[in-house]
């Protein structure tokens, strides 16, 4: 069965300190897998997407299938970088194809 | 831009009292999907419809919640009779792709509290 597991429900560290994020998953497939970002009473946007490994505001993600883990990081925080952040996967297969399986999620901190 | 919208954004209401929650997804999209969000169980998800066909409906409780799509511009959620334990923020999410173009764009969210 799919399973995302975000083990820290909060995080927080200093501005200008490295920050890591952490998400393992279990899937039998060929996992994608996303991390989408939710700023203070907003809607949920997409932060980055592992295939495309690309950075966006600072964050890097890379995917390690041998750990089964996709975790978040950033060399150094900033304030505006305070968010609830959710780790992501998607299935490739059967009637499931198109859903995410979202983690619980993970509130980041960044103190000034 | 177009973007997921969704009515209305705050609900105060008592318990036993219909809730409505009303939903556009993007124009050309054929996957929405209901979430729930609250503090001890973050995202779940609730229901899914792909071609407003409906594939998962099994985080929902089917006593008091149901979950349509009447046409392919409007996804509804009703709560009848709301509780208490209903309280919490409520996202409608829409999308197009599968695997790596699968991203869901989400709704502001509508914001329930049942007294």
């Known amino acids: 069965a799919q399973r995302v597991t975000q083990p820290e429900k909060l995080l927080s560290v200093f501005k200008g300190a490295p920050v890591e994020l952490k998400c393992n998953y279990s899937?039998?497939?060929?996992?994608?897998l996303f991390w989408y970002v939710q700023y203070s009473r907003q809607r949920l946007q997409l932060l980055l997407r592992h295939i495309s490994r690309e950075s966006i505001k600072g964050f890097t993600a890379d995917l390690n299938k041998g750990e089964t883990s996709f975790h978040l990081k950033k060399p150094f925080a900033q304030e505006e970088d305070s968010a609830m952040y959710y780790c992501a996967l998607s299935a490739d297969r059967g009637s499931t194809l198109g859903r995410l399986y979202f983690g619980r999620g993970t509130q980041l901190t960044v103190w000034p | 831009d177009a973007r997921v919208t969704q009515t209305p954004r705050d609900k105060v209401t008592e318990m036993g009292q219909e809730v409505t929650m009303r939903c556009q997804p993007i124009?050309?999209?054929?996957?929405v999907f209901w979430y729930r969000q609250t503090m001890m169980q973050g995202l779940e998800l609730l229901a899914y419809?792909?071609?407003?066909?409906?594939?998962?409906d099994s985080g929902m409780p089917k006593d008091r919640f149901s979950a349509e799509m009447p046409d392919a511009t409007l996804a509804t959620l009703k709560i009848q009779p709301s509780e208490p334990r209903d309280s919490a923020v409520y996202f409608c999410?829409?999308?197009?792709?599968?695997?790596?173009?699968?991203?869901?764009?989400f709704g502001p969210g509508t914001r329930l509290t049942v007294l």
């Open positions: 899937y039998s497939g060929s996992p994608e």
């Open positions: 419809f792909r071609n407003r066909a409906p594939l998962d």
């Open positions: 124009l050309g999209h054929n996957t």
């Open positions: 999410a829409s999308g197009t792709g599968t695997g790596t173009n699968n991203e869901q764009f």
